[in-house]
């Protein structure tokens, strides 16, 4: 059973930076997509970003394009979603996936981190 764990969130200053970290354990990282997504509250759970297996592949939502870089070190069975300029409506709850193919569809990923706050302040 795949498991992922999320670190990195935290409270920031608009305008700064944070990297989250996804470590997965209990399936083959290589062969698995990943993505990165959010809820804030009272808000439905929204895409942000993805990669293929390979990482050669990546999808961005447009709120994010340009600010947000997904990665992954398959090495270290750990992805990474490096968020600068951040601002206040990034604020949520942030998580990470994991599918066997590379979507922006919340229902098709398979296993779920439990999740990690990001406040970022004004």
């Known amino acids: 059973q795949v498991q992922l764990v999320e670190s990195g969130g935290g409270l920031v200053q608009a305008g700064g930076s944070l990297r989250l970290s996804c470590v997965v354990s209990?399936?083959?990282?290589?062969?698995?997509?990943m993505g990165w997504f959010r809820q804030a509250p009272g808000k439905e759970r929204e895409f942000v970003a993805a990669?293929?297996?390979?990482?050669?592949?990546?999808y961005y939502d447009d709120s994010v394009k340009g600010r947000f870089t997904i990665s992954r070190d398959n090495a270290k069975n750990t992805a990474y979603l490096q968020m600068n300029s951040l601002a206040p409506d990034d604020t949520a709850v942030y998580y990470c996936?994991?599918?066997?193919?590379?979507?922006?569809?919340?229902?098709?990923?398979?296993?779920w981190g439990q999740g990690t706050q990001v406040i970022v302040s004004s």
């Open positions: 996936a994991a599918n066997r193919s590379v979507t922006a569809m919340v229902y098709e990923y398979d296993a």
């Open positions: 990669c293929s297996p390979s990482g050669e592949t990546t």
């Open positions: 209990g399936g083959t990282f290589s062969s698995l997509a």
